[in-house]
């Protein structure tokens, strides 16, 4: 039986989220199909990691005082010798050694490449978007930049830093002046909506700003779009992306925000997401398969894999369509797109793990390190072992350095 | 919408034209409390709910805040978004803050309504003080072995037993000691706003003798009961609560 760690929580706005992406519907499928020993892995607001198998059930982080509880539990380590093992130190210590990882973080420290990172170092496979693909998907003005280079369509917008709103809020109004109200201020690297204000005159643009810096230090700013429809297409799969069904989420009003993705559900166990889309979308055959190619070039440009859910938006009057984001831990993995779409949850988990697997023996057989005699060749003090005397004779030993060498 | 006040950032909800309404919900509570009343108020009144901060969609206080925070706070965000309330509404623990803001004038109405508001209780803020010394002799004694290993079942069963929302408060547990520690009777008698006091007959957290007591309290008060509710009277009957402060304002 193969060892398991679901990561989830985080230093995030959206650590909520993550903790029931987590459960419904990764760790109740796993430990359905009883082909692993799942560890929960924790990851608490303060970036403490905690592990235990009670943390499989969702109903623990339901109970009021479960941070108080955790507090006075062992906190893990995590050793990266031979692969990563989960660690509890001390005298009693104990460790255990996974064999693949299952990201479930939403935004800051963990969908935002920063847990690929980690886990790239620890030499594990993992499921999900590698580390590149998803620090550009974290940046909405990165991603912005990327795929409009290649050509894909995305809305006016400007963007500046903290800094510069603090120092030339002149010049940063300059720029926002040449856009048409309505207006959508976002925190350039959180997900869920969160902090987003559609600012529909002038007199509001204040307080968005406000609201958006105090989310985040880089801040983008967008128009609207006239005869709106908004569609999102979650995305699998590696070098050949399979499309689900392309979904109209309904309950936006103002704006979709936090509590419309999240809160409006209210249907039991049913994860995020779970209600008041149509799916498939009811915007005709044809936009449909606009979008659904222009989604799967998006998810190739941005070099994802594993999982990804791209957002757009249409003027069902002109049918042009933008791509708004890219989101690479789509919550709940969008599993009721997927059922929806003939993929069970088993399948969906069980299918990303596979990848996950496939994609990190594929990196096995790419040459990351080079053997190369340019240390030898370097100036200062040599031990002469292994690649013969070196000498003023073969390198610039006293005054080159390795600018010389090049 | 967001709007961010003293460094945090506040949900708040803004509908409808006419005369400013502002209301502040109970504790464990958020602005969605009022939906329904507000769906009554909305076509004749402007109407702005705030979820307080660590309810709802607001973020929590930095620090352990006193009940003159909460206040400090809201007149804050009044003062953010230009808002000068005709009455001003305070459920429960949003009636603390509004028995408290009102009297000290840190806070200023034409009107205000107190909904089976908290703060008056004699009784209870006796037990509170109760509750404030076993906390504390509590958060002692489990601290030391063997107590320390049945630190949380003692806890939970102490306070299960008080009835006590300290518990469920979570990481606001100091602030809520902090809140429910004031007797507001010496502020309740220095209101001289023109004051609706609504209560359910049937309020089970803040029994009506309570209200009663602020209806003494309070010079010149009105006083309705309504027949059959409980503490959440605003949504229980949001039509006769709207109606009742329709016509206690217009």
Known sequence: MKTIAVIFGGRSVEHDVSIITAHIPIIETLIASQKFDVWPVYIAKDGSWYSGKKMNELAFFKQPDFEEQLAREKKIQLSFDKGLSLVWPGLMSKSVHIDVVFP?????????????????????????????????????????????????????????????????????????????????????????????????????????????????????????????????????????????????????????????????????GGGANSAYSVIPADIGEKLTRHVIEMGKKVYRILGCSGIARVDFLINSITKKVYVIEVNTMPGSLYHHNWKKDGVSNMELVLGLIKMAEDRFNAQKSTNYTFRSDILNKVGGPSTGADHGPVGPSTGPATTGGPKALL | MHCIVDGLAVEYEDIGTGKTVVMLHGWKNNLHTFDAVTLQLSNSFRVIRIDLPGFGGSEPPPADWKLDDYVGFVKDFLAKLDIRPDILVGHSFGGR???????????????????????????????????????????????????????????RKLYEAIGSDYFRAGALSQTFLNIIKEDLGSFAKDISVPTLIIWGDEDDTTPIHEGKRLHQLIRGSKFQVIKGSGHFVHQEEPSKVAGIIREFVL
Request: hydrophobic share 45%; aromatic share 6%; proline share 4%.
């Open chain 1, 104 to 268: 479930s973080m939403h935004g800051t420290f963990g969908e935002d490449g920063s847990l690929m990172g980690l886990l790239r170092m620890a030499g594990v496979p993992f499921v999900g978007c590698d580390m590149t693909a998803s620090a550009v998907a974290m940046d909405k003005v990165l991603t912005k930049q990327v795929l409009a280079q290649e050509g894909i369509p995305v809305v006016p917008s400007a963007w500046f830093t903290k800094r510069e709103w603090l120092d030339e809020s002149a010049q940063v109004r300059g720029r926002i002046s040449k856009l048409k109200l309505p207006l959508f201020v976002k925190p350039a690297h959180l997900g869920s909506s969160i902090g987003i204000t559609k600012v529909k005159k002038q007199s509001e643009l204040q307080n968005a700003l406000e609201v958006a810096i105090h989310y985040d230090d880089k801040i983008l700013v967008e128009e609207g779009v006239e005869n709106l429809i908004e569609v999102t297409l979650p995305i699998m799969g590696d070098d050949i992306p399979r499309a689900a069904l392309v979904e109209r989420p309904l309950n936006r009003a103002e704006l979709f925000d936090f509590n419309g993705k999240y809160m409006s559900g209210g249907k039991k």
């Open chain 2, 97 to 155: 803050i509004t028995i408290k803001g009102i009297a000290t004038k840190v806070l200023t109405a034409k009107n205000i309504v107190l909904i089976s508001s908290a703060g008056v209780a004699r009784r209870k803020t006796f037990k509170n003080s109760i509750l404030a010394v076993l906390a504390k002799i509590g958060r002692v004694v489990t601290a030391i072995p063997p107590a320390s290993l049945w630190k949380q079942e003692i806890r």
